[in-house]
């Protein structure tokens, strides 16, 4: 168990062991991990001992009154599912529900219009020569791979040579959000500066090698992406605030870009949402129909055409924001 706490409490070894197992079916695990060993600090300087869990033990841990709502539901969760990992090693424990309402997010991503996407993209491939990086060779076609294919920017930088099928225009994305694999098609123009890309940068990597490297061949860090991003929005004379622009305001930007084709095309959207969730990796469809909420308030003239067909599939209420 890797962390920079020393577990101290009699739930040591086993919240060691739950991890370890957890690890070996392929989660990360690490904020779980984080909130288990917060548990395990609290068990032991409250002078609790053996292996057990109580109702007012567990709702103490959980409902801090100085800790915000997410946390609540975050320690529900974990808390909930090491209860059941006692009781299925025969432990008789308390098991808390899930109560925590999260409210849903207005936020509103950046939509880049053609104009805006223009600049971009010309700041990112005129951006002064860098001697101490590879940027000015692996941003261009990084950039345009968030943008072509809608992929989340750590599915971007965790790509490997070896998920990379250039021949089948494809991508395989491994244990990503929610801990599941999917392959994503990419389009013939994206695929054919990816081959120039791999024949000349990557002619001589290992196949463990990352796509999209940072400093020394290793992999990029979210920081140093999205500091090449600011660099381009400035060239780009974009503005930026508090709220965005956002690499992730990319993948916003292909799936409302997908359903504004489809609702021009006059496609039943009811059939492509499946389609759509399934290639933007969402484990369930209220993200996806997000989307279609955004969509609608962004290109209402679109929508009205459509609302006769189909309009029942816009969701009312409140959105579903998906966390980058």
Known sequence: MKSTYDLKSDLAGIICQYVKEKRQTGFKFERQ??????????????????????????NEFI??????????????????????YLKNHGYEVYEPQIRTVLPRSNFIPHIYTKEELKRFFLAVDSYPISTNSYRNTVDPLLFRFLYGTGA?????????ITDVNLDESMVTIRHAKNN???????????????????????RYSKHTDFVFPGAKRGRMTHST????????????????????????????????TCLKKWALA????TNMLPYLSAYMGHCDFRATQYY?????????????????????VIPEGGDFYEES
Request: glycine share 6%.
């Open 33 to 58: 991990e984080r909130y288990l060993c917060h548990f395990d600090w609290f068990y032991y300087y409250n002078g609790y001992s053996g292996i057990n869990l109580t109702k007012p033990m567990v």
């Open 292 to 312: 279609l909420r955004l969509t609608a308030d962004l290109y209402p003239d679109i929508i009205s055409k459509t609302e006769a067909e189909f309009g029942y």
């Open 63 to 84: 409902y801090n009154k100085q800790e915000r709502p997410s946390s609540h539901y975050n320690k529900e969760v974990v808390m909930k599912n090491f209860a059941l």
């Open 180 to 202: 599941k694999d999917r392959l994503i098609p990419i389009a013939q123009s994206l695929t054919e500066r990816m081959k120039r890309y791999m024949e000349s940068f990557h």
């Open 152 to 160: 989340r920017l750590s599915e971007a930088l965790d790509l490997t």
């Open 225 to 256: 992406a999205y500091s090449h991003f600011r660099d381009y929005l400035l060239m780009a004379d974009i503005p930026h605030t508090g709220s965005g622009p956002r690499i992730h305001d990319f993948r916003h930007g292909l799936a409302v």
């Open 266 to 269: 006059g496609i039943d959207l």
